[in-house]
């Protein structure tokens, strides 16, 4: 092999590494992205029943509301699926935000493409489904079965974890989730159905 010959196929190789390395870098960058998300709930279920304690209608009209605000717990999903669910850092089956209506959680990991965000309020005896969404990089993934796989996943988690027991919320939760962009999550909060969520994602 002469000098010129093994120069360029040197030069090849490392060329070829240094492509590899800067393709490792991207998905690796690409694969990290992470938000803060802030989601604020309605001050009332949405059929009006408080989401803690039985409230004026069963305290009576003499007694004071015995209600409060709930206790907010996000779970995210991707394709393979539940990913985190976002508790406190110091009891992992307890509220960040307790008896809150708002709630922040910091630095979340999130996958390009498609996922899903759960939020629950933990109570005591009998957890509640506040919203779900599934926010989407893309128009043209809104009816992807990537999509379908996530809710489908969703649905479960929510069905183990807070089951529905009156007709009224089984047949709220018959409804599909809400499939929203998530550039409009970024711009301004999205409306939910319970809530409104906005996503903000934190710089590399």
Do not use: Y
């Amino acid at each position: 092999m002469t000098k010129n010959r093994l120069f360029l196929s040197i030069s090849s190789c490392i060329l070829m590494i240094l492509l590899n390395i800067s393709i490792i870098k991207l998905a690796s960058a690409e694969g990290s992205r992470r938000f803060d998300i802030h989601v604020e709930t309605d001050h009332n279920k949405i059929g009006g029943q408080p989401w803690d304690g039985p409230g004026a209608m069963l305290a009576g009209p003499f007694l004071p509301e015995v209600s409060s605000p709930p206790d907010l717990v996000a779970c995210t999903f991707n394709k393979q699926g539940i990913l985190s669910c976002l508790t406190s850092p110091k009891r992992e089956n307890r509220s960040a935000c307790h008896n809150s209506f708002d709630c922040d959680w910091f630095n979340v990991p999130i996958e390009p493409g498609i996922f899903g965000i759960t939020i629950l309020d933990l109570d005591v005896k009998q957890n509640d489904f506040v919203d779900a969404v599934i926010l989407l990089d893309r128009r043209e993934q809104k009816h992807s079965q990537e999509a379908d796989r996530i809710e489908a996943t969703m649905r479960s988690f929510i069905a183990a974890n807070a089951p529905a027991f009156t007709v009224g919320e089984k047949e709220r939760r018959e409804r599909p989730f809400q499939r929203i962009l998530l550039p409009l999550c970024e711009e301004d909060a999205c409306v939910l159905r319970q809530s409104r969520i906005f996503l903000e994602e934190v710089d590399p």
